[in-house]
């Protein structure tokens, strides 16, 4: 009856621990401005996704980087900053001509991977932590967290209300696609309309399943409290070794970068010790769900 | 004392002047399986949400009379305590999953009615494993086919060990044999633990031998109520859509007793002094000879096929984001003329080959000709001339202030408004009295109807229909089959994804079955659904020995009278 081969168990991580590794990782794609340390650090989410045997997530999070790689490095290629290495120039229409600069390229791939890399960081804290019972059962936050965490899911399902909407109304001849900007216009407004109204539904329907399980109705018991284990231990060790390491190497300038007039790197000497501290401590739950899925000792010892 | 009671319970929604129930008197006894059978509109769910505690609190609106639950008024009685003691299992499983995780889910309604975690987590364990559930943990739901998600949100009712168990349509979204498997498990839990089980259908196909007592519901009234053996005998014939293939075919052969299942109508004919000395004597030919001669043989369908394709597929692969392959392979001709119906289990790819065929989906291997065109080349809105699509979310053809400008404006989209065409259209959906309403106020068995009129007004040479019958009684299924008949004799293609065999069967000129995303059959309905005896009619269950090509109880009748006249 299901489809597809039933998922290989992969450890549970504390949120703490989960959540703390994907903060840290967040902190240094926005610290950073190294395009080696950026790629690497773009990747790592990928890496721990694909050791835990979520390739699909993978594979997902890797188009959506691709796109808007693509479209940052056009973007900055055109309108950057001047630098001093030319590649080649050419004219556009409308803009005039235009210089592209290696140091616009580089720097334009440095955000990329930099975008990239914190969309994956979400995509692994997503996976790793169910974001709805955490909220549920935070000590910080009340009953109406709940209420904010489906208000959240009804995103991706008004998403999906309006691209059959559109499909629909598409397929009737709407002119919405077919009758030129004015008529689709006109035609918008009604759309909108009836969106509204069935996000609406949607609420009333996800409220009244809400009430019939009792959502509500007292103070709710916790029957899965949060475990924490060795390998919370290990991956916490990790992260804040990273974390001591990687500021360190900011502090020192190890991994600073400059862009423009001219790309200037620091000594690969200084850079190549901090680079192997933040991979490292930050690539311990990627080692740990690798080992996982191959290691029985791994398994029974974290 | 009755579990759970109305006394005279009328019930008007907020600004509606016409009562959604009226003067509702019904008691359920500690384990009796109550199966509520009416049309679309009739009050079933708003009598099941009364039975929940969910209406008026939830919804609003007047109230006269009373629902008591052991004897204490329910509007007394605390949310918490409900929830511990009434489960309720809703339609659409897609809108009552909350969490990702098996066990959170299940653990949901505990958790709010405040059980200790040890006993949560006993409970958890227990539920999962009885409904079979244990090797899915781990796995997102939204993983799980349209069969498991709905039985996740069974167990998740059933965790609380209610004593009163409501189910709202639960089957409504799942193929035959999911479908069937659920209600084997809601049999074995009211034979075996003494659940008390009330169940709103449409269809009583697959459950009407489960229940103790039918209640039929018709505008909000109870119009009858009894054991489902005499259900035949009030409803034959001014209500025989309601009876499933088999009883009706007995009610109609004045048989002096309603078999539930195919076992007991195998049973039965040979019992019936006629047709039990008839059938065993009757030949090979004179069987043939009996078929040929009825008034609507399967043969005469597909009489309007012309040799006109007007949707072509070659080698059509189509693979969704996150690698998930919904097509393989898959090669297609549709012709003007003929009404095909696609059936096969959730998820095995059957609206996407209606959204390849509307343009909607590309392929993306292969090529797929519609109305001559690649539709790579053309886009949903060109397209949009010649094809009608009606998807599965009827909502979201909703769009305009009245039921009447809704229809008229898919002509006005296209450039040729036409309220003649418009009236017609509205006069065959039994549209006319709700024509000034907004459609988003109508039951879903008339939104529906809204829908397909909306699709149809244009005339449109390859209508493309997903699950059509969803949401419609019996009834009005009927009616839909008559109307597109009408469109295939005037050389229309009718594609229609469905769930509905029974629907497939009296209606269609070609059956293809789609599994894993590959067509597995593709033939006359009577040849394909012989092969396939899990999705196949009750009547060719029942006659598929002698008549294997009879499928309908019309078909069926017309040839066991010949067999008893002795003029086969």
Same mark, same amino acid.
């Given at each position: 009856m299901r489809r597809g081969r039933a998922a290989p168990a992969s450890p549970v991580l504390h949120p703490v621990s989960a959540l703390t590794h994907a903060g840290v990782l967040v902190l240094f794609l926005l610290l950073y401005a190294h395009p080696v340390l950026l790629l690497l650090l773009a990747l790592l989410p990928g890496l721990t996704l694909a050791a835990r045997g979520e390739i699909r997530a993978w594979r997902r999070q890797l188009a959506w980087g691709l796109t808007f790689a693509l479209f940052i490095v056009a973007f900055n290629g055109l309108f950057g900053g001047v630098g001093s290495t030319e590649v080649f120039s050419f004219f556009l229409p409308l803009v005039g001509r235009r210089t592209i600069y290696l140091e616009r390229l580089v720097y334009g791939l440095a955000m990329a991977f930099r975008l990239a890399g914190i969309i994956g960081a979400f995509a692994l804290a997503d996976d790793l932590v169910d974001l709805e019972r955490l909220l549920y059962f935070?000590?910080?936050?009340?009953?109406?967290s709940l209420t904010a965490a489906l208000t959240l899911s009804l995103i991706p399902r008004l998403n999906r209300s309006a691209r059959t909407l559109l499909e629909v109304q598409a397929s009737r001849?709407?002119?919405?696609?077919?009758?030129g900007l004015r008529r689709g216009m006109r035609a918008a407004g009604p759309l909108l309309a009836a969106l509204t109204e069935t996000a609406l539904e949607d609420s009333l329907d996800m409220a009244e399943v809400l009430t019939a399980r009792?959502?509500?109705?007292g103070r709710p018991t916790n029957f899965r409290p949060e475990r924490w284990h060795l390998r919370d231990s290990i991956i916490l060790l990790g992260t804040v070794s990273a974390l001591a390491v990687g500021l360190a190497g900011v502090r020192t300038g190890a991994t600073s970068f400059t862009y423009y007039p001219a790309l200037v790197a620091p000594a690969w000497a200084d850079f190549l010790p901090v680079l192997a501290g933040v991979l490292g401590g930050l690539g311990v739950p990627a080692f740990i769900f690798w080992g996982w899925r191959r290691c029985r000792w791994l398994r029974v010892t974290i | 004392m009755p579990l759970v009671a109305c006394d005279h319970l009328t019930y008007f929604y907020p600004?509606?002047?016409? $009562? $959604?129930?009226?003067?509702i008197d019904l008691a359920v006894n500690p384990g009796e399986f109550v199966l509520i059978l009416g049309g679309s509109g009739s009050g079933k769910s708003t009598l099941l949400r009364f039975l929940a505690g969910l209406a008026p609190a939830f919804s609003g609106g007047r109230v006269r009379g009373r629902v008591l639950f052991k004897g204490r +008024?329910?509007?007394?009685?605390k949310r918490r305590e409900l929830v511990r003691r009434i489960g309720f299992v809703f339609q659409d499983p897609d809108r009552s999953?909350?969490?990702?995780?098996l066990e959170a889910e299940v653990a949901f309604g505990l958790e709010n009615a405040g059980f200790p975690p040890a006993e949560i987590r006993r409970r958890v364990a227990e539920t999962i494993s009885a409904l079979g559930l244990?090797?899915?943990?781990?796995?997102?739901?939204?993983?799980?086919s349209g069969g498991l998600r709905q039985k996740v949100t069974l167990a998740a009712a059933l965790a609380l060990r209610p004593e009163l168990l409501l189910l709202d349509?639960?089957?409504?979204?799942?193929?035959p044999v999911a479908a069937a498997d659920f209600f084997h498990v809601l049999k074995d839990l009211n034979a075996d633990f003494g659940l008390t089980v009330v169940l709103a259908e =449409?269809? $009583? +196909?697959?459950c009407l031998p489960l229940a103790d007592r039918v209640v039929v519901l018709e505008e909000g009234r109870i119009a009858w109520q009894g054991p489902p053996r005499a259900l035949a005998r009030w409803a034959?014939? =001014?209500?025989?859509?309601?009876?499933?293939p088999v009883p009706r075919l007995f009610a109609s052969l004045n048989a002096p007793a309603a078999p539930l299942t195919v076992k007991e109508g195998k049973k039965l004919l040979k019992l019936l002094p006629e047709l039990g000395r008839a059938l065993p004597l009757l030949s090979g030919e004179r069987r043939e000879r009996a078929a040929l001669r009825?008034?609507?043989?399967?043969?005469?369908?597909?009489?309007?096929?012309?040799?006109?394709?007007?949707a072509v597929l070659e080698r059509v692969q189509v693979v969704y984001a996150?690698?998930?392959?919904?097509?393989?392979e898959v090669d297609l001709t549709l012709e003007a003329g003929e009404l095909v119906c696609i059936l096969g289990e959730n998820g095995a790819g059957k609206s996407t080959l209606l959204r390849v065929l509307a343009g909607l989906t590309l392929p993306t291997r292969g090529r797929a000709l519609v109305l001559g065109r690649d539709t790579r080349r053309a886009k949903a809105g060109v397209l949009a001339q010649g094809v009608g699509y009606l998807a599965q +979310? *009827? *909502?979201?053809?909703?769009? $305009?202030? *009245?039921v009447a400008e809704e229809v008229a404006s898919t002509l006005e989209n296209l450039g040729r408004p036409d309220a003649t065409r418009v009236a017609a259209e509205l006069a065959l959906f039994h549209l006319e009295e709700v024509a000034?309403?907004?459609?988003?106020?109508?039951s879903l068995g008339q939104r529906k109807a809204v829908a397909l009129a909306a699709t149809l007004v244009r005339d449109p040479e390859l209508i493309l229909l997903d699950?059509?019958?969803?949401?419609?009684s019996a009834d009005r299924r009927e009616e839909l089959g008559r109307v597109l008949r009408e469109y295939v004799r005037a050389g229309r293609a009718v594609v229609a994804v469905t769930h509905d065999v029974e629907f497939a069967a009296q209606w269609a000129d070609r059956v293809i079955f789609l599994f894993g995303g590959r067509v597995a059959a593709d033939g006359p309905p009577a040849a394909t659904f012989a092969a396939s005896p899990f999705y196949a009619p009750q009547i060719q269950q029942l006659l598929g020995d002698l008549f294997p090509e009879v499928m309908e109880p019309k078909q069926a009748y017309e040839i066991l009278s010949r067999v008893v006249a002795g003029s086969a």
């Open positions: 935070s000590p910080f936050a009340g009953r109406s001849g709407a002119p919405l696609t077919a009758g009792g959502y509500g109705s | 600004g509606a002047a016409c $009562a $959604a129930l009226k003067d +008024d329910m509007a007394e009685i999953l909350l969490f990702r995780d244990s090797e899915y943990r781990g796995v997102p739901l939204t993983e799980l349509e639960p089957t409504a979204e799942l193929d =449409q269809r $009583a +196909d697959r034959w014939p =001014q209500h025989a859509w309601l009876l499933p009825t008034s609507s043989p399967p043969e005469s369908r597909g009489a309007e096929r012309a040799a006109r394709p007007v996150g690698g998930v392959e919904a097509l393989r +979310d *009827t *909502t979201a053809y909703l769009v $305009a202030e *009245t000034g309403r907004n459609p988003r106020d109508l699950e059509p019958t969803r949401g419609l």
